[in-house]
């Protein structure tokens, strides 16, 4: 209980904070993609598991984003963010075995935005952005040994949360953002035949490149 009534008591203050300042925010939707690079804040079990068996230990992915915002109360906004974070690597073995290993981490979060600095002229703004919502973890190998290939798949799901800053810069029609999310992830236990249920995660930290385009 006390968890909902702090975030009802975050997002009434947000609410007064946006009222007396609408006439200086005039967009009213916000569409977007963008790219960045997430550093992932310690290893997972899939991980160490690359590390052991591949001698492979990434400790960063590409990230990939969709996401639509839509502000009722101009400095107050709700929306949806597809976020992709994932990487791949292949080793080369002696006699020309080649493994290659896949993770990727889709999530689909709901968000609410709040910009409490915008320039007189409306072309720049600073955003606070937080989010949650569902998350699937896949992992993917493969083995080839000319003219074997031997391929499997393992996947999970949990929940993500995702909260962060950005400045945006463009006014109405087309701009950019520069920004960094800080993502916590909660899975179930990845299963592979074989071996000890493995505790996955997608936490970490990500720097990101938007291109967007405003409505007013």
């Known amino acids: 209980m006390r968890k909902y009534l702090t ?9 007064l ?33 690359q590390e052991q068996v591949f ?17 009722p109360l101009q400095r107050l906004g709700i929306g949806l963010r597809f976020l992709t974070l994932g990487y791949t690597e292949e080793v080369i073995f002696f006699g020309g075995v080649t493994v290659t290993s896949e993770v990727s981490i889709d999530s689909t979060l709901l968000t609410v935005t709040f ?24 992992y993917k190998e493969s083995l ?4 074997i290939k ?6 999970t799901s949990g929940t993500a949360v995702l909260g962060g800053g950005y400045v945006d ?23 592979i035949e074989g071996q000890p249920p493995l505790n996955v995660d997608g936490d970490g930290t990500a720097w990101y490149f938007d291109l967007r385009w405003a409505f007013d």
């Open 169 to 191: 810069w463009g006014a109405d029609g087309f701009g950019a953002r520069f920004g960094i999310h800080v993502i916590r992830t909660d899975f179930d236990p990845l299963l």
């Open 144 to 147: 080839e040994a000319a003219p």
């Open 7 to 15: 975030c009802g008591t975050i997002l009434l203050a947000l609410l």
């Open 150 to 155: 031997l391929e499997g798949s393992w996947d």
């Open 17 to 49: 904070l946006a009222l007396p300042a609408q006439a200086q925010q005039d967009q009213s939707a916000v569409i977007g993609l963008g790219f960045g690079i997430h550093k992932f804040a310690e290893q997972d079990d899939i991980r160490k598991y």
């Open 115 to 138: 910009i409490p600095f915008i320039t007189d002229d409306g072309y720049v703004r600073f955003g606070i952005l937080g989010g949650a919502g569902g998350s699937k973890y896949n």
């Open 55 to 71: 001698l492979i230990s990434p400790s960063a992915a590409g990230m990939l984003e969709l996401f639509g915002e839509w502000y």
